[in-house]
C-alpha cells in the first residue's frame, strides 16, 4: 500500500509529529488531492486539544492529521465524483475531518467541500484559502447581506479572515475602513484596496469612523475584540447590523439600535471563486496573503507562530 508523510496526533492534546501513513483512499463522493500548500489556521489548536471535535460531535481516529486548508493535485476519484478527475487543481475545506486533515502529502475530501482553482491564484496561496473565506463569506453574505454602496468596517482587517473580507466586500460593491494592526497591517490593507484604513492600536477608530462615514456606518465585521472596538461600534448608524465569528472573544457588546449576531462559516465555495476571479473597478488582483510559510517538518512551530504577530495567513508547504 502506498504511504505518505504527514503531521499528525497519537491522542487529542498529544505531540505533533511526523507520521508514515498510508495514503487514503477515495469513498464514492470523496476525492484524494496531492497536497501542494496548507493553511495555518488560528483554529488549529482546538483541533489538536479536542475542543472542536467535542463540540462537533465528532469522533475522529489516531493518529489523526491537522490542518483544514488546503490544495493541490487531484490524483484520484470515488465513483460519484462528477466535478473532478485526475490532473485538476483544486483547494478544499475540512474542518474537524474525521478521516484526517491537509498536513500530508495527499489529502482526502468530499467534493462538496472541494473547488476548482481559481485562474491567477496560485496553489501557495490557495492552500489558505478555504476556511477564512469560508468564514469571511458567512459574515458579508450572510449575517450582514452586504449590499452595493454601503460602508463597511472590518475590524481586524489584516488578519486571515479580514484581509480576505475585505476584498470580497470591494467586489461586492461596498466602500471598507480597515481597522488593521500594526504598521504592517496598515501598509496591506492599503494594497488590498481599502477605501481607507487605521491601526486599532495607536490611532483614533471611532474619528477615523466619522471621517469614513459622517451619517454612520451601515454595517461592522468585527474579527478581534481590542480595546478601540467599543467606541468604532458606536459609529454604526442607528438599523445598522454588525456581526462577528462564533469563536470571537470576548463577545463584542452590540450598541442599541444596532441588529447584532454571531455567524459561522459557510460553504460558499463557488461564491468564493466568482470573487476572487473578479478583477473590481480597478482594485488591485485577489491575494491569500501568506506572511509565513513552514515545511511539513516545522507544523509544531507553525502553530506556535500563530501567537506572534503577522498578518494575513501562515501556510505549511508540503509540495514544491
Same mark, same amino acid.
Given at each position: 500500500? $502506498?504511504?505518505m %508523510?504527514?503531521?499528525?496526533?497519537? *491522542?487529542?492534546?498529544?505531540?505533533i ?7 487514503p483512499?477515495p469513498?464514492?463522493?470523496q ?7 496548507? @493553511?495555518?489556521g ?5 483541533? %489538536?486539544?479536542g475542543?472542536?471535535a467535542?463540540?462537533a @460531535?465528532?469522533h ?8 483544514s &486548508?488546503? /490544495? ?5 476519484? @470515488? ?8 490532473g ?5 475545506i ?8 491537509f498536513?500530508a ?7 462538496d467541500?472541494?473547488a ?8 501557495a ?7 477564512? +473565506?469560508a ?6 453574505s ?5 449590499q452595493? =454602496? ?14 480576505? /473580507?475585505l *476584498? ?9 475602513l480597515?481597522v +488593521? ?7 496591506l ?6 477605501? #481607507?484604513?487605521?491601526?486599532? %492600536? ?6 477615523? #469612523? %466619522?471621517?469614513?462615514?459622517?451619517d ?9 475584540n481590542?480595546?478601540?472596538? &467599543?467606541?468604532a461600534l ?6 445598522g447590523?454588525?456581526?462577528?465569528p462564533?469563536?470571537?472573544r470576548?463577545? $463584542?457588546?452590540?450598541?442599541? @439600535?444596532?441588529?447584532? *449576531?454571531?455567524h ?8 468564493i471563486n466568482?470573487?476572487?476571479?473578479s478583477? =473590481? ?7 491569500v ?5 513552514f ?8 502553530l ?17
Amino acid at each position: 500500500m $502506498p504511504s505518505m %508523510r504527514a503531521a499528525a496526533i497519537d *491522542q487529542f492534546g498529544g505531540p505533533i509529529t511526523v507520521h508514515t501513513l498510508p495514503v487514503p483512499e477515495p469513498g464514492p463522493d470523496q476525492l484524494v488531492f496531492r497536497v501542494h500548500t496548507a @493553511g495555518v489556521g488560528v483554529w488549529d489548536p482546538n483541533v %489538536r486539544s479536542g475542543s472542536m471535535a467535542k463540540r462537533a @460531535g465528532a469522533h475522529p481516529s489516531f493518529p489523526l492529521v491537522l490542518g483544514s &486548508d488546503g /490544495a493541490g493535485t487531484v490524483v484520484a476519484v @470515488g465513483e460519484n465524483v462528477v466535478r473532478f478527475r485526475p490532473g485538476d487543481e483544486v483547494w478544499a475545506i475540512g474542518t474537524v475531518n474525521e478521516t484526517g486533515g491537509f498536513f500530508a502529502e495527499y489529502g482526502l475530501a468530499l467534493e462538496d467541500h472541494v473547488a476548482a482553482l481559481p485562474d491567477a491564484l496560485p496553489l501557495a496561496q490557495a492552500g489558505a484559502l478555504g476556511v477564512d +473565506a469560508a468564514t469571511a463569506m458567512g459574515g458579508l453574505s450572510g449575517a450582514l447581506d452586504l449590499q452595493s =454602496g454601503e460602508a463597511l468596517m472590518v475590524y481586524g482587517a489584516s488578519g486571515g479572515v479580514g484581509h480576505l /473580507a475585505l *476584498q470580497f466586500a470591494k467586489r461586492m460593491g461596498a466602500r471598507v475602513l480597515a481597522v +488593521a494592526s500594526g504598521a504592517d497591517g496598515v501598509a496591506l490593507v492599503e494594497a488590498l484596496g481599502a477605501d #481607507a484604513s487605521v491601526d486599532g %492600536r495607536t490611532a483614533d477608530v471611532a474619528a477615523a #469612523a %466619522r471621517r469614513f462615514a459622517p451619517d454612520g456606518l451601515d454595517a461592522a465585521l468585527v474579527l478581534t475584540n481590542g480595546g478601540t472596538l &467599543d467606541a468604532a461600534l458606536a459609529e454604526i448608524k442607528d438599523g445598522g447590523r454588525m456581526t462577528w465569528p462564533n469563536g470571537v472573544r470576548p463577545v $463584542p457588546d452590540v450598541p442599541e @439600535g444596532v441588529h447584532g *449576531q454571531a455567524h459561522n462559516a459557510t460553504l460558499s465555495l463557488d461564491a468564493i471563486n466568482d470573487l476572487v476571479r473578479s478583477s =473590481g473597478d480597478g482594485l488591485p488582483p485577489f491575494q491569500v496573503h501568506v506572511a509565513e510559510a513552514f515545511p511539513l517538518d516545522a507544523v509544531p512551530e507553525a502553530l506556535r507562530a500563530l501567537d506572534a504577530h503577522y498578518v494575513g495567513k501562515l501556510a505549511v508547504t508540503v509540495a514544491g
